[in-house]
């Protein structure tokens, strides 16, 4: 299960990790090249306004490729299998590095886009079916434990790419079409681990119908003691399917019997964007000047960020036994708690000396508690609320909603932070709360539960009290 998860993940979230972080080092770098291939080409400068404008298309367009992953990742679970679909996914980031490798001896910024756009859909398409895979193998008392891969892949991804960043390694200005070419190894990792891993069990049995593959599946992932409990909660939830096929995003919409599921997974997915980590990394370059750090030492400090994710979704598979519920909302509270706090310092910075470090502490902290809850527990409770012909459209609808989020805050971030300045953090608190009392009113705990009870919890809600 161990090693299922880490050659599911090193191809999936950690390429999303890796691929947000790694643009960051090169900026000026991009700048020059933009700027001496327009000259070459046109024989005039490129001028302010324009470069603005590419370096925001090249940027921004990886959010666009993550929402058209995120559309197609569903349908190619169903069609491929959720293996397959991962498998395939590599092909469209060795592709991706290719361009982007080859963009700058060629001079062609156009390739640069085109791969950050394909490397962008390979990402969606990790988001969708990584945790939907790990979800469907795992057994119900370390589904929680297992799909927290999904976060320590991702946050992995931030780390790796914060560290390859540096200008010792590819960050230098020789070296950086290496950089952003280098995703192609994990794509390589995850076609040479992932074929030795079965498909999903329940891919096979429910959908597929096999179920002499479904039991081998389940042999090779609990043990040939083990595997019957599984076996039999599968053909207990394909026995309550009746053969209902895979459904398509827009029918769940119109599903009452998942209506609440739906909602919580719309608010929890916009809440986990929406909570003001951008903020956080915005602000983090400022309030470590504030505390007397030299310029260039901050990347060095800013690879602390990336440590305090890693720790915390490694600390959060083992925390996972106080429950889902009680870790996301204590995550959403401590980040409502961090935010006041952050307003204050940011606000009085120059009044006594240790302020600074205060802020330097909540930025840290805020960091821990995102962990903790917001992004470490969605994907996993994405994947339990639903049973298997809804799963693969909940992730699609999750994904869309994520990467919507995403480009939203991204366009419209800088609006709140020049208007509001450190204020822009009320915003933030705010969302933080209403999120959490939403998850306390209506998500049940689903530790340790199977997919039809969970279903069962929510029919309440759904069809009403006397149901």
Not at 146 to 160: D, E, H, K, V, Y
Not at 165 to 173: I, S, T
Request: proline share 4%; aromatic share 12%.
């Amino acid at each position: 299960l161990f090693l299922a998860v880490c050659a599911v993940g090193i191809g999936g979230t950690f390429q999303y990790g890796y691929n947000v972080s790694i643009i960051n080092a090169p900026t000026q770098h991009i700048h020059k090249f933009l700027n001496e291939t327009w000259s070459s080409r046109y024989h005039k400068e490129l001028n302010a306004d324009l470069l603005t404008f590419l370096w925001s298309v090249i940027a921004s367009i990886f959010s666009l490729g993550g929402l058209c992953g995120a559309l197609i990742g569903g349908s190619m679970a169903i069609r491929l299998g959720r293996k397959g679909a991962l498998l395939m996914n590599n092909i469209i980031a060795i592709l991706a590095s290719i361009l982007m490798g080859i963009s700058f001896p060629t001079g062609l910024f156009e390739l640069l886009i085109a791969g950050r756009f394909l490397i962008g859909i390979n990402s969606g398409i990790g988001l969708c079916v990584q945790p939907l895979y790990i979800g469907e193998f795992a057994p119900k008392h370390l589904r929680g434990g297992l799909a927290m891969g999904t976060s320590i892949f991702l946050t992995g991804g931030i780390l790796t790419g914060q560290i390859i960043g540096l200008r010792e390694l590819l960050g230098g200005e020789k070296h950086w079409p290496l950089l952003l070419s280098s995703s192609c190894i994990p794509a390589l990792a995850q076609l040479l681990f992932l074929p030795w891993f079965p498909e999903s069990p329940r891919y096979l049995l429910i959908d597929r119908g096999d179920e002499l593959s479904c039991a081998k599946a389940l042999k090779r992932f609990h043990g040939s003691s083990e595997y019957r409990r599984e076996m039999e909660d599968i053909q207990r939830e394909c026995f309550a399917l009746d053969g209902e096929k895979p459904k398509k995003p827009w029918q769940l919409f119109s599903d009452r019997a998942v209506r609440w599921q739906l909602i919580t997974v719309i608010v929890m997915t916009m809440g986990q964007q929406l909570s003001g980590i951008n903020a956080i990394y915005f602000y983090a370059t400022y309030v470590f000047e504030q505390a007397g750090i030299m310029a260039e030492k901050i990347p060095y400090v800013t690879l602390g960020t990336g440590v305090c994710e890693c720790l915390t979704a490694l600390s959060c598979v083992r925390s996972n036994h106080v429950g889902r519920r009680c870790l996301i909302i204590g995550g959403y509270l401590l980040m409502t708690l961090w935010c006041t706090v952050l307003t204050f310092s940011l606000t009085y910075q120059e009044l006594y000396s240790w302020v600074p470090y205060l802020s330097m502490t909540c930025v840290f902290a805020f960091i821990l508690s995102f962990g903790l809850g917001p992004g470490g527990i969605t994907n996993t409770l994405t994947a339990e609320l639903f049973v298997q012909s809804s799963r693969p459209a909940a992730y699609m609808i999750a994904g869309t909603v994520s990467w919507v989020s995403f480009f939203t805050v991204g366009m419209l971030f800088p609006f709140i932070v020049n208007g509001l300045k450190q204020y822009c953090f009320v915003v933030f608190l705010l969302e933080c709360f209403v999120v959490a009392a939403f998850i306390f009113l209506i998500i049940p705990e689903t530790k340790n539960k199977s997919f039809l009870e969970i279903k069962k919890e929510f029919h309440k809600l759904n069809f009403g009290r006397n149901a």
